[in-house]
């Protein structure tokens, strides 16, 4: 079992930048890709970026492309997520995920495990 712990939301002015943490504990070392999501009201969960366990493949949604920079550090089992020049559409619910495939996915239903959220409001 694996637990992922996110923190790091909160509000933030348009344009303005954040850095959300999964701290993971348990059995870290069956995860291998780790991937961010978000989830606005009313809309579904949305992929956002993901990374594998060296660190040296990352993938992002069109959408964050240039504005979002996923990292890892092992030694800590941290992901992060820095968000700059954010925009009111990136408002939503933010969660980590883990997953024990070593293929890159985008659908969360492929992800094995999952922190709580950390809300963070962009305004305008």
């Known amino acids: 079992q694996v637990h992922l712990v996110e923190s790091g939301g909160g509000l933030v002015q348009a344009g303005g930048s954040l850095r959300l943490s999964c701290a993971a504990s348990?059995?870290?070392?069956?995860?291998?890709?780790m991937g961010w999501f978000r989830q606005a009201p009313g809309k579904e969960r949305e992929f956002v970026a993901a990374?594998?366990?060296?660190?040296?493949?990352?993938y992002y949604a069109d959408s964050v492309k240039g504005r979002f920079t996923i990292s890892r550090d092992n030694a800590k089992n941290t992901v992060y997520l820095q968000m700059n020049s954010l925009k009111p559409e990136d408002t939503a619910v933010y969660y980590c995920?883990?997953?024990?495939?070593?293929?890159?996915?985008?659908?969360?239903?492929?992800?094995?495990?999952w922190g709580q959220g950390t809300q963070v409001t962009v305004s305008s």
């Open positions: 995920a883990a997953d024990r495939s070593i293929s890159l996915h985008t659908n969360p239903a492929a992800y094995d495990y």
């Open positions: 348990g059995r870290t070392s069956r995860t291998y890709y």
């Open positions: 990374i594998n366990w060296s660190g040296g493949s990352t």
